[in-house]
């Protein structure tokens, strides 16, 4: 460990603290994401969809989202129509 603090040490700590402010955000949207999506994939198979014959995967278009569902991953995708993500 350095003997000698930077001259900027004061700067450093402040955009440090921000950045673990943001990391502790991210991490804990990671996990309200994982659990929304396991509450989209546990209604999903609730209401007991047909797979598309020979891809087992369940997709539906309704109120402006396209819902696709891969079962053998886990996979959920969501998409707005007219959006980019």
């Known amino acids: 460990m350095l003997d000698v603090l930077p001259k900027n040490v ?3 700590i402040e955009e440090a603290t921000l950045y673990k402010k943001f990391q502790k ?4 949207a ?9 509450k989209v994939l546990d209604l999903i198979k609730a209401a007991k969809l047909q797979p598309i014959e020979g891809e087992n995967k369940i997709m539906f278009r309704h109120e ?15 998409t707005e129509v007219g959006s980019e993500e």
Not at 25 to 28: C, H, Q, T
Not at 67 to 76: A, H, K, P
Request: aromatic share 6%; no cysteine.
């Open 10 to 12: 004061g700067k450093i």
């Open 25 to 28: 955000a991210r991490m804990s």
């Open 30 to 38: 990671g996990q309200k994401e994982k659990e929304q999506k396991q």
């Open 64 to 78: 402006g989202f396209k819902i696709s569902v891969t079962f053998r991953d886990e996979l959920l995708e969501i």
